[in-house]
């Protein structure tokens, strides 16, 4: 009976309501909403001169384009049924949530990035070496501290000092 | 021939041998390490290579392509956990024989094998690259779109989740491509006022992004996985007589790698996998596979290696890529100056020469260094995530950041992974996006001129025997994939 109720259970959960996938629609509607924000972008593009015809204006590939894109974008909320094995590998990938570390990831990424140009290179780097590894649990201080020390050092000498590739100094310009 | 003498006196140049043998280094090390890989390792390396000899560029890249398939390889056998994706197959056999106390020999077997795809694979293309590009240059605008389209159509039985995901990705790649100035009427497109958008998104940028950060989101869930690794000792290349038994097995493979590598976006996943099936299918004892058949591992590494060198023949002769990574060798072409197509054998026959070179360089470099380092490369995977990524943004920080001196490709590289990260849970692959990211600018710019050549009539394209061609061949690309589905929803069900 248990066993039943189990096989019951996996189906639409797996493959969406029987005809069609749920989370794929979701990911269709997006896409679709995409395209026709482009395909609307499209339509702004100034005309090209008379001279150089029709075809030839700046919005025909474009939305040629976002047109073989909705056909294509048409079939993946289906697709479940074309392909039934491949959809469950795919749902079974991203049935679990994205993790909370994930999440904080990103955000530590995009806060890196967003003072990297005032913070500076060689800071950005000893920042991204000490943090990340911190977020992500690790909890020998010592070798974190070593390590944003000497990686980012590395990085300066090989790429700065060996390659001459500019790095911009930020925040350190001040100590001078 | 002074072309070829030209192209090897290049390579032998002592810094291009060394950045040769750098680039082979650092495609062993990617490919054994699991989550990095070759494609990241190039795009990582794209922007540094600017300053340096583009021949001497274009061949690191391409010996790194060649070693990085080979390192997957060495950590499948030896703790199960294959570095790359073609050498998935490899681990079926490799790691059991490896668990039956011969390490050794699956290494030895693996690289021997993979050196012999390699070279089979490098024959062909010293041979069919001029050919190909030959036949190309009789090529015009329509016969180009034509080829582009089909190349794109490929996308659907490309190695990945779903085929229709696949399509929409190289769309998307294509739409992309579109961003900035339309060439013909200098209108700007998609830049919603941003200053940067104008001169279009950067290919560099996009895939460091693509390649490298979305895979270090993937891996921030994965921070505790344990390995277990097997002792390397007793590295011993097969006997003459093993190689003799298995002969067949290897040349089979070879061939059957280098066609698949040579069709435009299939790759050396694919290629393992035929390899391995077609080994276990002409194997006189296919029950022994799975429990650590030598059969089972030269099987897919020749086929794997041999997909690398076919998969260079369209990049350089066609323009067209022949996998993931020939896209971004591509990239690179473009990025150094290059005209990739018929037209790169015809003014650098001597660039041609020396990526042949470098290949074979790296072919036998492999060995010698994969052999001797195995026992190090299994180590390497033990440097903790913690720490081997923030090292792989960082120089995904600097490599965007490089480019062209700009923060915005740095958010360019950030916004590409974080919708690559997602992209990948919903069954999207990187490489189909960058195929058509890479031919998109060829595609529009065939279509139109195409459409001016035939008066913008689509339906004239027909009057060319080759576009017709290549449209039918699009046609069946494009069916491949569902063959399968539609034959097992015909095929009559056995009666209970």
């Keep these: ?176 | 021939m002074e072309d070829v003498i030209r192209g090897f006196v290049l390579l032998m140049e002592v810094q291009n041998l060394l950045l040769i043998f750098g680039g082979v280094l650092v495609g062993v090390l990617v490919g054994a390490l699991p989550g990095l890989s070759s494609p990241m390792a190039i795009a990582l390396l794209m922007p540094f290579t600017i300053s340096l000899d583009p021949v001497a560029s274009i061949s690191m890249m391409a010996a790194l392509y060649c070693a990085g398939t080979f390192g997957g390889s060495i950590t499948a056998i030896l703790i199960n956990a294959p570095g790359a994706p073609p050498a998935v197959a490899t681990a079926l056999d490799g790691y059991q024989m490896a668990k039956n106390g011969e390490p050794g020999r699956a290494l030895g077997l693996a690289a021997v094998s993979s050196v012999l795809g390699g070279i089979f694979a490098i024959v062909i293309f010293l041979f069919a690259t001029p050919l190909l590009a030959d036949i190309a240059l009789k090529f015009g605008p329509v016969e180009y779109f034509g080829l582009s389209v089909f190349a794109l159509s490929m996308l659907a039985a490309m190695s990945g989740k779903s085929s229709i995901r696949n399509l929409v990705a190289g769309a998307l790649g294509v739409f992309v491509s579109t961003i900035g100035v339309h060439l013909a009427t200098g209108v700007e497109r998609y830049d919603f006022g941003v200053q940067e958008l104008t001169e279009g998104i950067k290919f560099v940028p996009v895939l460091i992004g693509l390649f490298a950060m979305s895979e270090l989101l993937t891996q921030s869930k994965t921070l505790n996985a344990a390995v277990e690794r097997m002792s390397a000792r007793a590295l011993r290349l097969p006997t003459f007589a093993e190689l003799k038994s298995l002969k067949g097995t290897i040349l089979r493979s070879s061939g059957l790698g280098t066609f698949i590598g040579i069709l435009p976006a299939e790759g050396s996943t694919v290629a393992a996998m035929m390899g391995y099936n077609e080994a276990k299918r002409f194997s006189k004892t296919p029950e022994k596979f799975g429990t650590g058949c030598a059969e089972g591992i030269v099987g897919p590494e020749a086929a794997n290696n041999a997909a690398a060198g076919g998969a260079m023949v369209p990049t350089l002769a066609l323009g067209i890529p022949g996998s993931g990574t020939t896209a971004l060798i591509l990239a690179a072409l473009v990025m150094h100056g290059f005209r990739p197509g018929p037209y790169l054998i015809t003014e650098t026959p001597h660039l041609v020469y020396a990526i042949f070179g470098a290949m074979l360089f790296a072919n036998f470099a492999f060995l010698g260094i994969g052999l001797a380092g195995a026992r190090f490369f299994s180590y390497v995977t033990f440097i903790p995530k913690r720490f081997l990524w923030p090292s792989v943004f960082i120089f995904s920080l600097i490599g965007s950041y490089a480019y062209s001196s700009a923060i915005f490709d740095v958010w360019v590289m950030l916004i590409s992974g974080i919708i690559g990260y997602f992209a990948l849970r919903n069954g999207f692959s990187p490489a189909p996006f960058v195929m058509g990211l890479i031919l998109g600018k060829m595609v529009e710019e065939t279509f139109t001129q195409s459409m001016v050549i035939y008066e913008s009539n689509f339906m004239n394209f027909f009057d060319s025997g080759v576009f017709i061609l290549f449209m039918v061949l699009t046609v069946i690309s494009l069916s491949t994939p569902f063959w399968g589905q539609i034959r097992s929803k015909f095929k009559p069900k056995p009666v209970e």
């Design chain 1, 1 to 176: 009976m248990s066993e039943e109720k189990k096989t019951f259970d996996f189906a639409p959960r797996t493959l969406g309501a029987g005809f069609i996938h749920k989370k794929d629609l979701v990911l269709a509607i997006i896409l679709v909403a995409f395209g026709a924000f482009m395909y609307y972008e499209a339509g702004k593009f100034p005309e090209a001169p008379a001279i150089l015809g029709d075809t030839l204006n700046a919005d025909v590939f474009p939305k040629m384009l976002i047109t073989i894109l909705f056909i294509l974008v048409a079939i993946i909320p289906f697709e479940f049924k074309i392909t039934p094995a491949k959809i469950a590998k795919i749902d079974k990938d991203r049935g679990d949530r994205t993790l909370p570390i994930t999440w904080f990831t990103i955000v530590l990424l995009l806060v890196i990035v967003s003072f990297a140009e005032f913070l500076g290179a060689v800071v950005t780097m000893f920042i991204t070496c000490l943090a990340l590894p911190l977020l992500w649990g690790e909890r020998n201080y010592i070798a974190v501290a070593i390590y944003s020390v000497v990686f980012p050092g590395f990085v300066y000498l090989l790429f700065n000092k060996l390659l001459g590739l500019y790095f911009n100094p930020g925040i350190l310009e001040l100590l001078k």
